[in-house]
T-cell receptor, first 113, second 115 residues
Framework: AQTVTQSQPEMSVQEAETVTLSCTYDTSESDYYLFWYKQPPSRQMILVIRQEAYKQQNATENRFSVNFQKAAKSFSLKISDSQLGDAAMYFCAYRPYGNKLVFGAGTILRVKS | DVKVTQSSRYLVKRTGEKVFLECVQDMDHENMFWYRQDPGLGLRLIYFSYDVKMKEKGDIPEGYSVSREKKERFSLILESASTNQTSMYLC??????????????FGEGSRLTVL
């Protein structure tokens, strides 16, 4: 069975600093997608960033970037210049082609001012 | 922007009651999903639908059923609510899984408490 593991239940970061959230996954597939979703308190979940497994280049979206290590089955999210609005629950998710998303347990990110 | 609307943000029901959770999306998406979110467990798929009147079981369908009579509406039904169904329920929609990447668009969630 495919699984997604987020080993950090909670993380804290000082405003303007950089934080990295970890995610590992288990799969025998070679082609798939990886996602990071953000769920702010009492607000709807939104997509932060996605990565196609066939692309070697790491995805970036403004202050958000990923470190995708396919051989290690690792997909970490780096948030640079952290802002108060980044405080949320972050979910890592994996999706093989033509199949459904599998989510990790989530990491709560707290941002200190 | 895609909008996914869940009819109730908070519900309190009693054991044995029938519960309906409604979800409407306005972007003509083919796929709709119901997830359950519990601390430490992440999101678990209950049911999904890829077309009107079509449904497939997810990972935890026991105790739930769904209805999709119209493309924009996907309902989750708890025939006889139990305390272990106290949870946050998230509805989501997406375009076809293939060739699209299947990015999900979520509603704000419905927090159900069963007493």
């Amino acid at each position: 069975a495919q699984t997604v593991t987020q080993s950090q239940p909670e993380m804290s970061v000082q405003e303007a600093e950089t934080v990295t959230l970890s995610c590992t996954y288990d799969t025998s597939e070679s082609d798939y997608y990886l996602f990071w979703y953000k769920q702010p308190p009492s607000r709807q979940m939104i997509l932060v960033i996605r990565q196609e497994a066939y692309k070697q280049q790491n995805a970036t979206e403004n202050r958000f970037s990923v470190n995708f290590q396919k051989a290690a089955k690792s997909f970490s999210l780096k948030i640079s210049d952290s802002q108060l609005g980044d405080a949320a629950m972050y979910f890592c998710a994996y999706r093989p082609y033509g199949n459904k998303l599998v989510f990790g347990a989530g990491t709560i990110l707290r941002v200190k001012s | 922007d895609v909008k996914v609307t869940q009819s109730s943000r908070y519900l309190v029901k009693r054991t044995g009651e029938k519960v309906f959770l409604e979800c409407v999306q306005d972007m003509d998406h083919e796929n709709m999903f119901w997830y359950r979110q519990d601390p430490g467990l992440g999101l678990r798929l209950i049911y999904f639908s890829y077309d009107v009147k079509m449904k497939e079981k997810g990972d935890i369908p026991e105790g739930y059923s769904v209805s999709r009579e119209k493309k924009e509406r996907f309902s989750l039904i708890l025939e006889s609510a139990s305390t272990n169904q106290t949870s946050m329920y998230l509805c989501a929609s997406s375009l076809q899984l293939s060739p699209n990447t299947g990015e999900l668009f979520f509603g704000e969630g419905s927090r159900l408490t069963v007493l």
